[in-house]
């Protein structure tokens, strides 16, 4: 399963904990990744290809990555959320 890979970028007045995608000033959706690793080394390496280096002190990149979600299991938390059956034929 394949892994969404985020760029948050992130004021510096804001712990790394406290960054999010809502609250970051900016989110860049990086490529796909295989697993953990992957993601950390390809998403460094993306970052040192681009202008995206943050040399005002002012910002800090976080990375997020966050395993794909089948689109079967989406619907079944889509339709538990409203408190439905699994889904619309009852199952």
């Known amino acids: 399963m394949m892994m969404k890979v985020l760029i948050l970028v992130c004021s510096s007045s804001l ?5 999010t995608a809502q609250t970051a ?3 860049i959706r990086a490529p796909d990744a295989s ?3 992957a993601c950390a080394m390809q998403s460094q390496a993306y970052l040192a290809q681009t202008s995206l280096a943050s040399l005002d002190g002012q910002t ?3 990375i997020v ?3 794909d979600v089948p689109a079967r299991a989406a619907a079944a ?3 538990s959320h409203w408190g439905l059956p699994r ?3 009852g199952e």
């Open 60 to 62: 800090y990149m976080k």
């Open 87 to 89: 889904s619309p034929r």
């Open 25 to 27: 000033i900016d989110v």
């Open 65 to 67: 990555c966050k395993r």
């Open 15 to 19: 712990t790394p904990r406290d960054c």
């Open 77 to 79: 938390q889509a339709w």
């Open 35 to 37: 697993n953990e690793v």
